[in-house]
């Protein structure tokens, strides 16, 4: 019996020291190790990446709708003499439509077609002159959502704007008897940097049909006025080096599917 006792002790002894030896040489490998790392991060990443796409397919939405947008843009003026005017805030009016998709309940991208119109209006003199400005914005956004599929969600946009000009009109009131014309010349597009905040409400039980409120602003980034061809003695450009800056409040309805 106690020569049984006693093999049992040599054995476990054998396997102990064996196990230390092989953990010890395997920690002190270098190249061994540094296999082993990788082989865990990548088992992390792997679950890591299919937990967010289980996650992601669990909360993945589209959404499409339509905005009424009213704004306030405002943008430089020349003057016949050179100076200039700041612009101020001026009403005009927005729409159009969006589509949206959500990776999650808390992050999205929203693509949105809106028409907008901006106007100055300015006197020198005994001239009045106003310009108006009409575009088709394409902005481009992230958004950031406390819960897209909430009663109520508070959400927060930004991302650039693509801005094509569809129209701009130059009117001219009065006299200063100096003869000076006033020219309209802008560029095809613009670029913006927009930005803003909002609330949604669920309108029916399976929160689906929403309306939302909210408010946007857009930088100009680029110089809209497009001062390159030549023009008579006595005429000069209203628009030199103006930027669109824009501040507008938006309501609308949506459907999420």
Known sequence: MCELCNLFNYLYNFLDKSIKTFVLQFILNKNTMKKFRIRIIKLASNVLFFS????????????????????????????S??????GEGTFGL???AFMGYSFSEY???QGEMIYSSYSQKYQELQIEREVK???????????LNTGKSRAVNLNVVAGPQIGISVGSDLFTTGDDGTGSQGVLSIKKGDLGFAYGAGLDFGLNPARNIRLGIGYRGVVGVFDISDNNSTIQTNSFYVLEKSHVKVDAAYIGLSFVF
């Open 94 to 96: 927005g729409f159009g």
């Open 52 to 79: 967010i796409i289980t996650i992601n397919l669990n909360a993945q939405s589209g959404q499409v709708g339509l905005r009424f947008m009213p704004t306030f843009s405002k943008f430089d003026i020349k003057t």
């Open 81 to 86: 003499t050179g100076g200039t005017i700041k």
């Open 133 to 143: 400005l009409k575009y088709i914005n394409i902005p481009l956004l992230i958004t």
């Open 107 to 109: 992050i999205g991208i």
